[in-house]
Structures are given as C-alpha cells and as structure tokens.
C-alpha cells in the first residue's frame, strides 16, 4: 500500500514500485472509474486490444452498421429540424 497526492495539475504519482510491479509505462491507457463518493478505481487498458475485441464482436453479431448509422442521422435529422422550427417560431 502507497500513499500519493495530487499535484497542481491534477495528476496522481503512481509510484515506482506498483508502476514496475504492473508494468505500467508512459503512455499507456487506463480507465477511470467512480466507485462511489471516495473511492476510483484505474483499470490499465490496451486500447488496441479493446478495438480489436469490439470489431470482433461487431462481425460476429452480424450488426449492420450503416443502418443504424442511418437510423441514427435521421433521428438527429429531426431532432434538428423540431429545434429550429422551435427557435424560429419565437421570431
């Protein structure tokens, strides 16, 4: 167990050892997690990996990915559309 502080930028030292012992190294990801009012959780995570995961997933799923961009852009196509029918109404 460490104790650590925040520096003036906002950024937590993780110290040597833990870094050495994770094989933490610049650059790498990590997720950040809220777990309740003091407690967050850092999960290290390799971003490559998780697209990779996320592609794979998609194909096997058979998701069809422009119809639901599709879907998507007309939604926000009205959406739009209501909200300056909405702004012009007022003038």
Known sequence: MSITV???RGRIVIPSRVRRKLKIKEGDHFLVVNVRDDMIVLKKIDIRE???SIVEEI???RIDLDAILNEVEREANIIAKKKIEEISSRY
Do not use: N
């Open 59 to 61: 194909a096997k799923s």
């Open 6 to 8: 925040i520096d003036e």
């Open 50 to 52: 998780l697209v990779k």
